[in-house]
């Protein structure tokens, strides 16, 4: 059973930036690819962003963040990383990491393993 565990949600002002962290409990972490979600309240958990395995030469982003979040991944350490610049008030949620173990992202259904979140809210 592989562990995720988010870190570096808090309290920011519309236009700052926060960057999550998410380390995993596996040595076999540069198999498989990574994903952020977030919920915000009253909605659907959705798709944030993904990386590929490996050394993650392909991303994938939701159209509301793109240009604005980056991933990214240290396999040395095990831990992938959402940077969130330019924040709004509609990026508000708990925000999750997942992994897919078979090594792309498929899709949310397809994420084997989920983190139990971390919140980020952005005050106008």
């Known amino acids: 059973q592989v562990q995720l565990v988010e870190s570096g949600g808090g309290l920011v002002q519309a236009g700052g930036s926060l960057r999550l962290s998410c380390a995993a409990s596996?040595?076999?972490?540069?198999?498989?690819?990574m994903g952020w979600f977030r919920q915000a309240p009253g909605k659907e958990r959705e798709f944030v962003a993904a990386i590929s395995r490996g050394s993650g030469s392909s991303t994938d982003y939701a159209e509301s963040v793109k240009g604005r979040f980056i991933i990214s991944r240290d396999n040395a350490k095990n831990t992938v990383y959402l940077q969130m610049n330019d924040l709004k008030p509609e990026d508000t949620a708990v925000y999750y990491c997942a992994a897919d173990t078979m090594g792309y992202y498929s899709g949310i259904n397809g994420m084997n393993y989920w983190g139990k979140g971390t919140l980020v809210t952005v005050s106008a």
């Open positions: 596996t040595r076999i972490f540069s198999l498989y690819a």
